[in-house]
């Protein structure tokens, strides 16, 4: 088995269409094959058809922004229905403030004398209700304000620096219920990821388990390998389900390739297991 439950396509931040990340997670002998984007869940049917066609198994997925104690989070829903309208209108409702959210992004940058970031943002977003912080990574990138996007971060749209700007999405609880009452299963994406101490990371993970929330990513290509050790402790401690993905965005921009990260240690529940 060589799942990988957590990808990007244009109908989010990712570089590629649904049908060429499936392609390409073929290509890489990925087996079992979610995507997970943004917010959105626009890319499941073009994926779902061409994973069809390849006979890869496809898992219906989303990646829902969380604010928990003022903290951004990411929870990711597998094996969700799309069709499900308190998911759908959940869904809605987050990406409804992502454009406003641009706007205030792009004055921040324009008082550090960067101009025309609204346009170039949106310019670069397939779906333009979820314009992301990636948008304008590539677009400041393009410009010659850092040599890739990942430095991008190092200097622009975080805290302190240049084009950041608080923003409220999801509360937790909403996030699990909505994936829940889809069928799905709550997954807390990259937990190594977040700016939470040891005790807060716990406090987190044991909220999202009171909400109905039952996995957690264990190896995922935003954790370091002492990270895969540490977070596989938790997930044994706590009967919490494994999950394996890539967070892949697109070639030459992502650091880990599809389906290529490590296998989950063998004594751990995967979260794949009842399906
Ligand atoms: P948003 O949801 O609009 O705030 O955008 C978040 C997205 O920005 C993430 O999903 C990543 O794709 C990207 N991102 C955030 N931090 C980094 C980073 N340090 N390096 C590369 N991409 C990042
Ligand atoms: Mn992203
Ligand atoms: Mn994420
Ligand atoms: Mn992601």
């Known amino acids: 088995m060589n799942a990988d439950l957590h990808c990007h396509s244009t109908a989010s931040d990712g570089l590629l269409a649904p049908a060429a990340l499936v392609e390409r997670a073929c290509a890489r002998g990925v087996t079992m094959f979610a995507l997970t984007d943004h917010d959105a869940i626009a890319g499941l049917d073009e994926a779902r058809d061409a994973a069809a066609a390849r006979g890869l198994r496809f898992i219906d997925g989303v990646e829902i922004s969380v604010t928990w104690r003022g903290t951004t989070l990411h929870v990711v829903g597998l094996n969700i229905d799309p069709a499900n309208e308190d998911l759908r209108r959940g869904l809605v409702s987050v990406r409804g403030s992502r454009v406003r959210r641009a706007r205030r992004i792009a004055e921040s940058l324009e008082s550090a004398g960067i101009a025309g970031s609204f346009e170039g943002a949106m310019a670069r977003a397939e779906n333009p209700e979820i314009v992301s912080r990636t948008h304008f990574a590539r677009f400041l990138v393009e410009r010659g304000h850092a040599r890739d996007v990942r ?118 529940q995967p979260v794949w297991r009842d399906w």
């Not at 709550?186 to 939470?196: C, D, E, N, Q, T």
């Open 151 to 268: 430095a991008v971060f190092h200097h622009f749209l975080v805290q302190g620096k240049p084009g950041y700007v608080p923003h409220e999405w999801a509360a937790l609880g909403d996030a699990v219920a909505w994936i829940r009452a889809a069928g799905g299963v709550g997954v807390i994406a990259h937990p190594g990821r977040y700016k939470l101490s040891r005790p807060d990371v716990r406090e987190l993970i044991a909220e999202f388990m009171r909400c109905g929330g039952a996995g957690i990513e264990v190896v995922t290509g935003s954790h370091t390998p002492e990270q895969y050790a540490e977070f596989a402790a938790l997930a044994r401690e706590l009967g919490l389900l494994a999950s394996r993905g890539s967070d892949f965005h697109g070639p030459g921009e992502s650091k880990v390739e599809l389906g290529s990260l490590p296998q989950l240690p063998a004594d751990l």
